[in-house]
Every structure is written in structure tokens, then in C-alpha cells.
């Protein structure tokens, strides 16, 4: 299969558990090499590069479950990601503390924090490194309404401003209203893509994308 991650548009994957998302997701970070195809960025083939070479190219990405250092605080956190990208700008973790509403939490250890506070600490070390290319995995899983606006808000105005986003969800009112583009897995293949309402209205299996327990895999 190919997929496209273009640059200022947001590009969805969803489908039912076993669909193979979180396989494809762990290929594009380097975090598993794909049997077979091949991983650009660009012009540039970075299938045989592991995951921290990728993001000195400009590539972030978020877990489905956080993944932090509980006993740094959460400025320390994000800072990691400035410090794992070369070519992060100048006081980005300043900056990504404020645009995900942490800063007046900065000098909290991270640990024992509400799931909400650690997506977007995880979000916010990701765009420390000012990365253009962002791969999300489960974005919105834990947080409330207010978060999730907050969330989408966010996402459109990274794409406006150039970055190429990936966002696996199983939130598919968010899908709806923020992807450009979605794709839908079964058995490991894109059996289906396009414009968001008409894909995951009329795609058979489309809608088990959304279990009751909020998450897909």
C-alpha cells in the first residue's frame, strides 16, 4: 500500500483493533523496520534509519500511551525534545510549554498528573524539536471536551503552518472535523480513503474504529 503524508494537511488513519495501525505507525517512526516497501521523508529514503536519526530530520511523534520521564519535571520533558533535534528553534520549549498550557506547570514532576496534563506535555516535547513532519497516535484519548478543542485548535494551526500530520484516533467526531484526508485499515491495507465524511460514512467497518474503552489497539 502507499500513503501520503503531505505537507499543511491533516492526514487520519482509523480502523478497527488488529488492523495493523499501530504496526504502520511504529514503521514510519523507526521504531520497527517494514519487511518489505520503503519510508521517505521527503526525497530522502529513511527506511533503514532508526528512530532517533529520524528526528534529527524533523520527525516527532507521540505515543499511544504517554511516555515521559516521571522523575523530571515537565519542562525537563519537553526540553528533551529541543535537545534531540539539532535544528529545534531558540526557546522552543518555552514555546511549546505556552501553546500546550503548561507553563504555569513547569516545575512539576511528571508523575501523578491527570492523563490530560501528560498527553500534552508528550505533545508538547514533540513540538519542541519543531518538527515538520508529526505522527500522533491516540492524541485525544483521555482528554475531556474542553482538551480536545483545545487539541483540534492546535492541530489545524500546525498544518497551516506547513507541518505534515498523521493522526491515528479513535475519535471519529475529531477525525471528521480535522483530518484533510482519512484512511481506513483492515487486515493491514487501506481499504478505503478520502474526504472524511464521505469515507466514514459510506466504508463498511469504518465506525469500529471507536470502541467503548476509547482506545484501538
Known amino acids: 500500500m502507499t500513503l501520503s503524508v503531505p505537507r499543511g494537511r491533516v492526514t487520519a488513519i482509523v480502523g478497527p483493533n488488529g488492523a495493523g495501525k ?8 523507526g521504531t520497527l ?16 534509519l532508526p528512530a532517533h536519526a529520524r528526528t534529527r530530520l524533523g520527525m516527532a511523534r507521540t505515543f499511544q500511551q504517554p511516555a515521559l520521564f516521571p ?11 529541543a535537545e534531540q533535534n539539532p535544528g529545534a528553534v531558540p526557546r522552543a520549549t518555552p514555546l511549546a510549554l505556552r501553546l500546550l498550557d503548561l507553563t504555569h506547570l513547569r516545575t512539576r514532576p511528571a508523575t501523578g498528573l491527570p492523563t490530560g496534563t501528560l498527553r500534552r506535555t508528550e505533545l508538547a516535547r514533540a513540538l519542541a524539536g519543531t518538527p515538520h513532519t508529526l505522527l500522533l497516535d491516540e492524541p485525544a484519548a483521555g482528554l475531556d471536551d474542553a482538551e480536545t478543542a483545545a487539541l483540534a485548535t492546535l492541530l489545524r494551526a500546525l498544518a497551516a503552518d506547513g507541518v505534515a500530520l498523521l ?7 475529531l477525525v471528521a472535523d480535522l483530518a484533510d484526508t482519512v484512511h481506513v485499515m483492515a487486515a493491514g491495507r487501506i481499504v478505503a480513503s478520502g474526504p472524511p465524511h464521505h469515507v466514514l460514512e459510506t466504508t463498511p467497518g469504518a465506525r469500529e474504529a471507536a470502541p467503548e474503552t476509547g482506545h484501538v489497539e
Not at 22 to 29: G, I, Q, R, Y
Not at 167 to 173: A, N, P, R, T
Open 167 to 173: 493522526v491515528v484516533e479513535h475519535d471519529l467526531d
Open 71 to 81: 522523575s523530571l519535571t515537565i519542562a525537563e520533558n519537553v526540553r528533551v525534545g
Open 33 to 48: 523496520r517494514p519487511d518489505t516497501g520503503r519510508v521517505t521523508l521527503g526525497a530522502r529514503d529513511i527506511t533503514r
Open 22 to 29: 499501530s504496526t504502520l505507525f511504529h514503521c514510519l517512526a
